[in-house]
């Protein structure tokens, strides 16, 4: 038997797709069950059993009584965000190891819930990421090693390549709310809360420093199916941190035909020696053959912005072959729950764990403040209560 068991909680069209896929191909993991809050909304509920029906294991109604099940040591967590506080709490209260979605919560006071939580179960936990990704580990080595000499600029950018582009109707202008209400529909999601979360964890992560202020903006540019449900398909923020340092940090979805690949995944470090570009696409191979290119695939009616393997699958989605790179952005999910068993295994906190993760969901937040404004938020922000 496998050493670790794990309770998936979000089933399918969620990233559990390939988290459970992930958890399910190592040998020291075992899936054991799906679950969810006894009243969770029942079209989730739906597409929880179909992904335990996915994997042939039991749908467990009540979250509680599973997370009593002593075979579960680790909770694989993709409840919705307005959820997510609450759940990710009741799973380390139970003493659960917890791999969480991103981004950690939907507001500051959620956040910080959890990571009081962790703190006070003596767990760990670990915010799925890109800090683990080679690219990533070879910028914050060029930091590390001194070779772009004192560091003063980051900047982070992830530009997702699905959907179909060129939509949004003519004259459309974003204005933004400082309140955020909801953060996911079946059309879209809130591009600089959901790619954002990238990117801005990416400039914490690498300059190790806490933000001390934001000025954003959002935008509805691309797609209309996001500025039918009021959220922006684009999202830029500013961020001044602790001693003097900058950062900008860009996520955005750009179509499926804007990209060879799966979108634009950068990271520009400005420091006194000089100035050094990693990229996730490099370096790559670039294949022309006479295999079919890419086509805009079919428009699924419960993702029409691609976003789930198993609605791609069911709309027929060409992969994209046109860009190889050697250290394939496929590695991010693998490389990421693989650190996170091995923190478990030598009994170590995970870098993104969940104090690391909780200043990423305040500074989006207050991008979404400075946006509404016009000016730039100082944080940190206030606490409701």
Not at 336 to 360: G, H, I, S, W, Y
Request: charged fraction near 25%; proline fraction near 5%; include cysteine.
């Amino acid at each position: 038997m496998s050493k670790y068991g794990v309770l998936l909680v979000g089933g399918m069209r969620s990233h559990q797709e390939d988290h459970a896929a992930t958890f399910a191909a190592r040998s020291d993991c075992h899936l054991v069950a799906s679950s969810d809050e006894r009243d969770a909304p029942e079209e989730l509920v739906e597409l929880n059993r179909r992904l335990a029906d996915a994997w042939d294991i039991p749908y467990i109604p009540d979250l509680d009584e599973a997370l009593a099940r002593d075979d579960v040591d680790i909770v694989s967590m993709c409840a919705d965000v307005e959820r997510r506080g609450r759940v990710a709490v009741r799973c380390a209260q139970a003493g659960k190891h917890l791999y969480l979605d991103k981004p950690l919560a939907g507001t500051v006071e959620d956040a910080e819930a959890i990571v009081e939580a962790v703190h006070q179960a003596g767990v760990r936990a670990q915010m799925f990421s890109f800090i683990h990704t080679p690219w990533a580990r070879a910028a914050k080595r060029a930091i590390e090693t001194g070779r772009v000499g004192e560091l003063k600029a980051v900047h982070a950018e992830n530009l997702f390549a699905k959907g179909k582009a060129g939509t949004v109707p003519e004259g459309t202008v974003r204005h933004e709310k400082e309140q955020v209400a909801r953060f996911t529909f079946v059309e879209a999601k809130r591009e600089m809360f959901d790619m954002g979360v990238y990117a801005v964890g990416l400039v914490h992560w690498l300059i190790g420093r806490k933000a001390e202020s934001v000025f954003a903006l959002t935008g509805n540019y691309v797609f209309a199916e996001h500025a039918a449900v009021d959220v922006e398909d684009f999202g830029a923020l500013a961020i001044s941190m602790e001693g003097g340092v900058s950062a900008t940090a860009i996520g955005a979805r750009i179509g499926w035909m804007s990209h060879p690949g799966g979108g634009p995944l950068r990271v520009v470090l400005i420091g006194t020696e000089g100035t050094l570009i990693v990229d996730g696409w490099r370096p790559r191979v670039e294949v022309y053959n006479d295999e079919a290119d890419f086509t805009l695939p079919r428009v699924h009616p419960m993702d029409p912005m691609g976003m789930w393997a198993s609605t791609n699958r069911e709309a027929n989605v060409m992969p994209k072959r046109r860009w190889t790179a050697f250290d394939n952005e496929s590695l991010v999910q693998p490389n990421d729950v693989a650190t996170f068993v091995d923190c478990l295994e030598r009994d170590q906190e995970p870098e993104m764990n969940a104090r690391a993760a909780a200043p990423l969901v305040e500074v989006i937040l207050a991008g979404y403040v400075s946006a509404a404004r016009g000016e730039a938020v100082r944080l940190p922000l206030p606490r409701q209560g």
